[in-house]
């Protein structure tokens, strides 16, 4: 007899493990978008908390309510979850559930590869937090200066876990930067050129592109603060040779484009919002997305205005003063472009517009603030003080924060079809903009009056008492603000106003479908001819299309397996650049001791290097041939390829087991440090092209893999011939002596 009794607890219990399971084991972009927003949503609780407890240690001079340990241990830990654990996991929730239903797809381009980069996340948060654990947790700051973080200064475990954390946290974010790369040029529905895909979809495309390039610049300083720490190398140890101010160089080419990282997105939230609730499309849709692109390019050229009182000398100073200025203009003219865009327009002050506008002048203050460092001299004078922090804090929270807000009450009815309590975020908005305004303006009079920042107490001078007790009320304002935001949350999911699938009666492409959508984004998708699709079928007779042309769309689509490949490569060429001007800054002048001239047997290497480039011929053959279908051909070739790789590194094991059995291992000198580093890596990445190659054979052999994958099989050949020219540049400059 059939069971009818539906409702009992273990059919119950069954139901709501298989709920779990699919939230564990899901590949759609919005539930995995979803769980980004929810996991930063966690760490920003525990992250507020950190800052909580700083600012009650801050409230009175000489206070001892946190010692002066624990008080670091707070501030590295505030400082990171921040950063990598809250701002960039939100922003790119946000991305992986909008972008595709922005630009028409089903989903990212490689939904798999989107689930272990959110995977990654909770694993280096984990993997962070667990170093309380160990008896302490991090403390050289979350910018983990050297050799405050070296063993030298700091034999604490926890330090290795922030170092492992953080690589997690970067190996994911660059997978998913590739992803959102790849599914933008890949997947647009027809019609949609790149010149009419919405601002957020190409402001998180051009982040996307700093996470690729600008990560690795973190992973390669972390690789080698771990070799350091583990293997007893010294790249950051100044009594042994090593380069503290290197350290500093490494971080901030990675923290400065990390800034836009954090920054981008909400430009692209407020492109978005400000345009649907003044009615307008946006004024000058080219000059923010192409100021956008100058902003990738120039903030790779302004690193060094963090460290103008590292003592770089005149001539650093000057230029990178000059990039700074130069940086804040393409910001500007996106300022003028909001600004222009709500002129004349008929506005509409929602939650989400109310937090747009706030943005605008909070930013503006935080933007004014940081040209002011440009000035060298005011830079020297304010670089340690307060007045940093809070400037830092007028942009990420001015801005990046106010720009996820705003995009909180914009999209929150797409996501759950409800709507949020508009009198609740009312009490949000200005529990916030009090909080921000008490707390950081504050800490620019303090900074002004010389309190100087990352200490723990202060005397009671004058005036700096009631600065900071002003500043911890505005903390506990935000949070306050925070709580009120989770509580319109959990009673709008329960009793929400129905939103339906266009509340706001917007001009983009997420809300032509249902809210929420369903599994496959779209039953239809509208047919694409301007910037604003959804404008279009409402007003068919004022449509955009019709009174202003923007380019037409080609219709190609490049392939997505080439693309994944080259922002692959890119992001590794990244990686061994800030290898080797690690080996070329610590060999410019002769070491003592083992080097490249006494240890390195150039004609050996040499010859081993041709059988490593004569693998790229080969692999060009089997291409050929696959595009032929000549299998037989293919797999002997592809064979040969494999052959060669083993080769060459057999060969580097040989180099390698005579140099140990001499005793020139990582710690003996810096040359012996910077040699089995880059050579080291650059064999980790052989070795993962050979068993790549060699799955792509055994496929083959079975006949699985047949001239139809011939874009899978051009995308390894990119890998692998990047493999093959990094050894060129590594051949060159250790085993030739270029650029010593």
Known sequence: MPLVETSSPATTDEVESGRLLSWVGTVDHKRIGILYICTATIFLAIGGLEALLMR???????????????????????????????????????ANYFVPLMIGARDVAFPRLNAMSYWLLPMGGILLYFSFFTGKAPDAGWFSYAPLSTKPYNLQVAQDYWIIGL??????????????????????APGMSLQRVPLFVWMSFMTAILTVLALPALNAALAMLLIDRWLGAAFFEPDRGGSAVLWQHFFWVFGHPEVYILILPAFGMISEIIPTFSRKPIYGYAFVAGSSAVIVLLSYGVWAHHMFAVGLGMGADIFFAVGTLLIALPTGVKIFNWTATMWGGSIRLTTAMMFAVAFLLEFVVGGLTGVMFAAVPIDWQLTDTYFVVGHFHYVLIGGTVFGVFAATYYWFPKMTGRMLSEKLGQ??????????????????FLGVMGMPRRVYTYADNPGWMILNMF?????????????????????????????????????????????PPPADNFKTIPEVKSRRPLWDMSQPELADWKH?????DSGRRPSKALVCAWAFVASEAVFFLLLLVGYV????????????????????????????????????????????????????????TILLG????????????????????????????TFFTVTGFHGLHVMAGL????????LAIREDFTSKQIQVFRGVGIYWHFVDVVWIAVFSIIYLGLMQ
């Not at 690589?167 to 647009?188: D, E, M, P, Q």
């Not at 009490?427 to 620019?444: E, I, K, P, R, Y």
């Not at 009320?473 to 603000?481: E, I, V």
């Not at 202003?548 to 037409?552: A, D, F, M, N, Q």
């Open 56 to 94: 009650v240690q801050l409230l009175f001079p000489n206070n001892t309510f946190l010692s002066p340990d624990f008080f670091n241990q707070m501030f590295t830990m505030h400082g990171t979850t921040m950063v990598f654990l809250v701002g960039m996991p939100v922003l790119v929730g946000f």
């Open 167 to 188: 690589l997690c946290l970067g190996v994911g974010s660059v997978a998913a930067g590739i992803n959102i790369v790849v599914t933008v040029l890949t997947l647009r």
């Open 427 to 444: 009490w949000h908005f200005w529990l916030w903009v009090f909080g921000l305004n008490a707390t950081f303006m504050s800490q620019h």
């Open 471 to 515: 500043a911890t009320l505005g903390a506990f304002a935000m949070g306050a603000g925070t709580l009120v935001l989770l509580w319109n949350i959990g009673m709008s999911l329960r009793h929400g106003k129905i939103a339906g699938d266009n509340p706001w009666d917007a001009f983009t492409l997420e809300w032509a479908t249902t809210s």
């Open 548 to 552: 202003g042309k923007t380019p037409e």
């Open 585 to 640: 800054v610590f060999n410019s002048q002769h070491l003592e001791g083992p080097n490249a001239a006494n240890s390195l047997d150039v004609a050996r290497t040499g010859a081993f290097t041709i059988c490593l480039l004569a693998s790229s011929l080969s692999f060009w053959f089997a291409e050929l041939a696959l595009h032929a279908g000549k299998m037989v051909h293919f797999r002997r070739w592809l064979g040969m």
């Open 646 to 673: 083993a080769i060459f590194i057999a060969g580097q094991v040989w180099e390698y087991t005579g140099l140990i059995m001499n005793d020139i291992t990582v710690d003996e000198n810096l040359f012996a440090a």
């Open 691 to 698: 068993v790549t190659l060699s799955i792509l054979l055994s």
